[in-house]
Structure formats: structure tokens, C-alpha cells
């Protein structure tokens, strides 16, 4: 494996492929700053810039290397050097695995410069633990809502004639958007997991409020969890970061609560709405962003493994061309299909070629969901601190076992497809 | 006796479109047995099947019908590869990697570990004539430059059976007559060669063996000079005869066995000419 690893890279050093990828991370950092516009706050900024720039290098390297993996077996097909490898005692897996660790390698190269140019900017906020509520999953609500449904006597025939998953899929996307109306002077309480109780200090709500008819209605409320308080005066259609004091002038030391409840109490005149899935979060201090940034690159760096073992595979089996045509296509697909999801939820009067798109969607979405579950880009934008956990994660499936079995297959294909031509 | 190195029993090789389709019958039964030593000639028209042959006999190419062992192995098993040096029809050289990286990777393929390797380079290096373009990349080499590479690329695990396709295919007269003594040596330290050649001239000269494939069949297979040599008739070379002393010597053979009796003048093979002139002229 150590010659085709080194062989690869001698491949890509001396094709210019690293150091057009530096000289670009390089003038992504340098002019992209310039062209693009933050909503004029700190934090708008940072998200902006993050997004923008460093989202901007990995997505540009994604698309390079994958073109890259989908062009080396298939080239050293049709030149006739994969033949005169395998004649060789060498094994195809070693002669697979070998520029999938290039590749790596030259990406490792790339996110580490990427990384160092984005620290050495410096001002960057820490990255904070997020936390959501700890509600029953939508589809325990929404079954009971289905028997409900069914047993009603006044449920039309429409409905009834439905098939049952179709009716749960519904079910289970408005119990997702479910808002709660929370009338002048009632509060609503929301459980959290314990460990979100856990800081000692620099516990902040993200929430994003809505009133039902005027959007400048006016919002006054209170707002505790555990020992920590704030109150609630604005509502800007967007979301609040919701700083909370301690109440106790003795200690705000973690408490020790098994479910710690968010309280928000309506003092003000008019209702307020939110989604308890969507519309918050409990924020507590993490660690640096450097280190964010570290393990968020190494998720990058997870994919990025991903997608090259699976552009080795579609090399082995596929001329260049229709390779990288192939890679492409995917790689599009498995982006935009769950926003068809989210934009685009299903209702029963969903016309059936619309339908399709949506069986198609959540077939590509299932698919996926394993390799595509890291989002690097958008934690270390938003400063949600990426977890060890989460790393490691997409280090077993993107980084292992997925492309462990892309390139079995590839191999056993470029054992029967060593010569180019007859 | 001693195990054949190369042994094709009934070989066939039918080549299918995508629904399975047959399209073309390339090889069409096959015996062949490859001693230990030989020089084999694999000879044939365009398309007359010795290039799938070879691939089959590579492993590249799985055959429709009969059996290949080399060294009493099937082709893909590991053992059988390891001793085995393969030089294609076209040296197909990584062109960015140097003559040197180029014979290392291909040393390091084959097992050899980095010390062996080293010496090993440096050796066939010197053998093919390359020590002083060892470090420039072979994409700016010339065609005769790049075949010594791949030559030395093919050597390079010292193999018990080399298979070369097209050896002296690029490669000027003297790069030629080298190549031609190159396997001349080999085969005497015991090196088996499967060899093809379009040149028949040179496959006369190294080869022991040789076989004639036709449309797939094998026309015919021997040893070379058995094949060739015409025992009914003779031919003798006198040195030193003048054209008149020739022509009564050529009359009273002629009158006393009754038979014609043809003589002409023996002419030095252009190749050793072109040596002994280029020789000459480099001083």
C-alpha cells in the first residue's frame, strides 16, 4: 500500500493539485472578507465569515478531490498502468487504498491551512454546548394523534381512504412544526436533558418567538431555568440570545436536577408563540473556537474520506468522465434533498408526480443520513461546539467503515477490470 | 522432467458484448508448454490472439475455456505473480515520477524491501544504460529511453519468468542488439521468456522456441532452429574463395551429384554493421 499511497501523492503534489488548493483556501481568505456583506453585528459576522469562508474551502474541496479520486483509477485504466500493477503481487484492495490515503492526506494538508488562517484572524466567540428540549420524538405524538384521527367520528372519507403512513408522515412533519400558544399570563415549561443545567456560569436561551397576527406586537415575559433568570422585553421575528443571571446571591453552582425545566412566564398583553422542536435552545459555555475548529476540520476530514473512497469506487467501475458526471450528480442530490424535505412537506392534496419527488427525497435523505450526519460548517458557524462523540462518529462511518466497503467493491472490480480494453 | 513454467492446456478466450452475446472467438484452443529456460517466441498476425494470450496468461483476462498454470499455479494466485516480470507493448510510464522513483515503486510492488530495492535500482540502472537521466522524470524521455526503463521496471524483482511484449519495439539498432543480449544472459542464468515480436529477425535470433498463432489456433510450434533449418539441402561458407574458384568449385559439385548447386557471396547482418560503424564513428 506504501507505493500506491506514494505514488498518488507524488501524483498529486507534482499535478499542482495541493498547491492549487493552498494558492485557493489563500484567496478565499484574502478576497472573500471583502465581497461578501454581514448583517452588521459581531455574531452576524462571525457566522457570515465562517460560513462563507472556511464552508467555501471545503466545499471547493470536496468537489476537487472527489474529481480527483473519480479520475485516478479510471486514468491508470485506460493508460494500461493499472495493469502492469496488478501483475505485480500486490493486492487491488492495497492498490485502492493507497490514493485514498493520498487524497486524505492532501486534504489533512489543505483543512490544517484552512484552520490556521481562520484562528490567526483571532475575535473569535468560544464555542457553547446546545441543547434542546428533552420532548418525546414527533412520532410517538403523532401516532397517537393518527388512532385519535381514526377513531373520530368525523374524520372524512378522504382521509380515511389515505394509506396509514402517508397520514403518519404528515402527522409526524406538523407534530415537528407544532407551535405552543402561550396566552398573556400562562407559562409554558420545557424539560431539558441534565447536563444542560450543568454550567456554573454563562448560561444563555436562544428562542425565537411569534405572535399570530401582528408581527410588532409587543412581547414581556420571565424566564428561568434552575437558579437563572432574565426577563423577556423584546421581540425582534428572529432569534433572541437571552443572557440569564443567577437568582440566588449565595451561589449559582450547578444544581443537581434530574430534568431542569425552562420556564417562560407571559406577563405582557398579547399571545406568543414558538416551536418546542425548533424555536429553543439552551446554551452553555464550551471551550475555545480553536478547538472547534480542530474537530470540526477532522469531521471535514471524515467526509471528505467518504467521498473519495466513492470516487474510487465509481473510477474502478466507470471510465473518467462518467465517473466524475456520476459523483457530481450524487453529491448534488444528497445536498438537496432534505431542503426538498423541509421546503416542500407532504399534505394529503400533494399532487403524485410531486409525491414521487418527495419518495425519491426521503429515499436519497435515508440513504445518506449515516455518512452525511456530520455538518461541520454550520456547528462551527453557529459556535455550536462539535462533540468528541460526534467526531469520532464520523470518523467510524465516514472515515472507516463506509469507505472500507466502497473500496472492497472496488476492488474486486478493478480485479476483473484491470485491462482497459480487450 | 522438470514442471513446465508455462502450462496452457485447450485455452479459449470469447469475448461478449454486454447481454452476453459472443463477438468475438480470439483464441480457439491453445496447447502450450513453456519449459524452464526457454526463450518462447509468440508469434502471429494482427488479431491472430497472442495478445489476449499473454493477457491470460498475466491474469488480466479470465479464460472462457481451459486451463493456464504457471509454475503449476493459476495466474492471480500471489505466489505465481511474485515470480513473475512483465514488459507491455508500450512502456505506459507514470510520466511524472523519475527513472529511479519509476523502478522503486516497482520494487516496492513486488515486495523487495527499501535496502534490496536501493541496490537493485542502482544496478539495472547501470545494466540499461540510465544512471546519469536517473533522477529526471521519465514523461520527458524518449521512446528508447523509456522502454530501458520499463525493461529495468520489469527486471527489477529479479523474476523467474519474464513476459515481454514488443521488447525491442522503439528502441534503435543498438538499444536492440542490448535488449537481444539482455535476455540471451538471462536465459542462460535460467530465466524463462514468453516473448512477442512483429520483428521476426529478432525472434529468430533469441528465441529457442517459437510459436505461430493463426486466427487463433497455433500454426505451428517447436524449437526454433528445427522449425527453420532445412536438413535436405546444404549450405557451406569458404572463406577466402575468389568468385572464379566459386563458380568451377559450385560446376563440378553440380556435375558430380547431378543436382543445381546455387552459391553466393555471405553479407555481415545489418545490425552488427550499423554497431561496428556507430562504433567507429564514436571512436
Known amino acids: ?422 | 522432467m522438470s514442471e513446465p513454467v508455462i502450462e496452457i492446456v485447450g485455452l479459449r478466450k470469447t469475448f461478449r458484448d454486454f447481454w452476453m452475446r459472443p463477438v468475438a472467438e480470439a483464441v480457439r484452443g491453445i496447447d502450450l508448454s513453456v519449459e524452464r529456460g526457454d526463450v518462447f517466441g509468440l508469434l502471429g498476425p494482427n488479431g491472430s490472439g497472442k495478445s489476449t494470450t499473454i493477457k491470460m496468461v498475466l491474469g488480466l483476462l479470465a479464460p472462457s475455456g481451459g486451463t493456464i498454470r504457471l509454475f503449476g499455479q493459476p495466474p492471480r494466485a500471489r505466489a505465481a505473480r511474485a515470480r513473475l516480470g512483465y514488459l507491455p507493448e508500450l512502456s505506459y510510464l507514470h510520466p511524472f515520477l523519475t527513472a529511479r522513483e519509476t523502478i522503486r515503486y516497482y520494487a516496492g510492488l513486488s515486495s523487495l524491501d527499501r535496502r534490496t530495492a536501493r541496490a537493485r535500482t542502482a544496478e539495472l540502472l547501470a545494466r540499461v544504460g540510465l544512471e546519469s537521466v536517473a533522477d529526471r522524470a521519465v514523461g520527458g524521455f524518449s521512446k528508447g529511453m523509456a522502454r530501458r526503463v520499463a525493461l529495468a521496471a520489469a527486471l527489477v524483482s529479479n523474476p523467474e519468468l519474464l513476459i515481454l511484449d514488443e521488447p525491442t519495439s522503439g528502441l534503435d539498432p543498438i538499444g536492440t542488439r542490448d535488449v537481444k543480449e539482455l535476455i540471451r544472459t538471462l536465459a542462460k542464468d535460467g530465466v524463462t521468456v514468453l516473448m512477442t515480436s512483429h520483428l521476426l529477425a529478432d525472434t529468430e535470433d533469441v528465441c529457442t522456441k517459437i510459436a505461430i498463432l493463426s486466427q487463433g489456433r497455433v500454426a505451428a510450434c517447436g524449437r526454433t532452429a528445427d522449425l527453420l533449418t532445412r536438413t535436405q539441402d546444404a549450405r557451406f561458407t569458404v572463406e577466402g574463395l575468389a568468385e572464379d574458384e566459386a563458380r568451377a568449385l559450385a560446376d563440378e559439385l553440380s556435375r558430380r551429384y547431378g543436382k543445381p548447386v546455387a552459391f553466393d557471396h555471405p553479407s555481415v547482418p545489418l545490425e552488427k554493421f550499423f554497431a561496428e560503424a556507430v562504433g567507429a564513428a564514436r571512436g
Open chain 1, 1 to 422: 500500500m506504501a507505493e500506491s499511497f506514494l505514488l498518488a501523492w507524488r501524483a498529486l503534489l507534482r499535478g499542482h493539485v495541493l498547491t492549487a488548493l493552498l494558492a485557493l483556501t489563500a484567496l478565499a481568505h484574502l478576497f472573500l472578507p471583502a465581497v461578501v456583506r454581514s448583517d452588521g453585528t459581531d455574531s452576524g459576522g462571525s457566522e457570515l465569515f465562517l460560513r462563507v469562508v472556511p464552508g467555501s474551502v471545503y466545499m471547493v474541496l470536496c468537489v476537487a478531490l472527489l474529481a480527483c479520486a473519480c479520475g485516478l483509477v479510471a486514468r491508470a485504466r485506460e493508460s494500461h498502468r493499472l495493469a502492469l500493477t496488478v501483475v505485480r503481487p500486490v493486492s487491488a484492495g492495497a492498490v485502492v487504498l493507497g490514493p485514498l490515503m493520498a487524497l486524505v492526506a492532501v486534504a489533512a494538508v489543505v483543512l490544517a491551512f484552512n484552520a490556521g488562517l481562520t484562528c490567526a484572524r483571532g475575535g473569535w466567540p468560544d464555542s457553547r454546548h446546545v441543547y434542546v428540549p428533552d420532548l418525546e420524538p414527533p412520532e410517538v405524538a403523532a401516532r397517537q394523534m393518527l388512532q385519535e384521527i381514526l377513531a373520530s367520528t368525523n374524520t372524512s372519507e378522504e382521509v380515511r381512504s389515505t394509506p396509514q403512513h402517508r397520514l403518519l408522515s404528515i402527522l409526524i412533519g406538523r407534530e415537528a412544526d407544532r407551535y405552543e400558544i402561550i396566552r398573556p399570563g400562562g407559562t409554558l415549561e420545557l424539560p431539558f436533558p441534565a447536563e444542560a443545567a450543568g454550567a456554573s456560569n454563562g448560561v444563555v436561551v436562544r428562542i425565537h418567538f411569534s405572535t399570530r397576527f401582528n408581527l410588532r406586537a409587543s412581547l414581556s415575559g420571565e424566564m428561568s431555568f434552575g437558579k437563572w433568570s432574565a426577563a423577556v422585553t423584546n421581540n425582534t421575528q428572529s432569534f433572541l440570545e437571552i443572557p440569564l443571571a443567577c437568582a440566588v446571591a449565595t451561589s449559582c453552582d450547578p444544581p443537581v436536577v434530574e430534568t431542569p425545566k425552562l420556564v417562560f412566564r407571559n406577563t405582557g398583553r398579547s399571545e406568543v408563540m414558538l416551536r418546542p422542536r425548533r424555536d429553543v435552545e439552551v446554551l452553555t459555555p464550551a471551550d475555545s473556537f480553536g478547538m472547534n475548529m480542530v474537530r470540526a476540520s477532522c469531521e471535514m476530514l471524515c467526509v471528505i474520506a467518504f467521498l473519495c473512497a466513492f470516487g474510487l469506487f465509481l473510477s474502478s467501475a466507470l471510465s473518467r468522465p462518467v465517473a466524475i458526471f456520476t459523483a457530481l450528480v450524487a453529491l448534488t442530490v444528497t445536498e438537496m434533498a432534505p431542503a426538498v424535505l423541509s421546503q416542500c412537506p407532504e399534505t394529503l392534496d400533494l399532487p403524485f408526480t410531486d409525491r414521487i419527488g418527495l419518495w425519491l427525497s426521503r429515499g436519497v435523505v435515508f440513504a445518506t443520513s449515516a455518512v452525511a450526519a456530520p455538518e461541520p460548517v454550520s456547528d462551527l458557524a453557529t459556535g455550536t461546539y462539535v462533540k468528541w462523540a460526534d467526531v469520532g462518529r464520523a470518523f467510524l462511518v465516514d472515515a472507516v467503515v463506509a469507505p472500507l466497503a466502497l473500496l472492497s467493491l472496488a476492488a474486486f472490480i478493478v480485479r476483473r477490470r484491470a485491462s482497459a480494453s480487450r
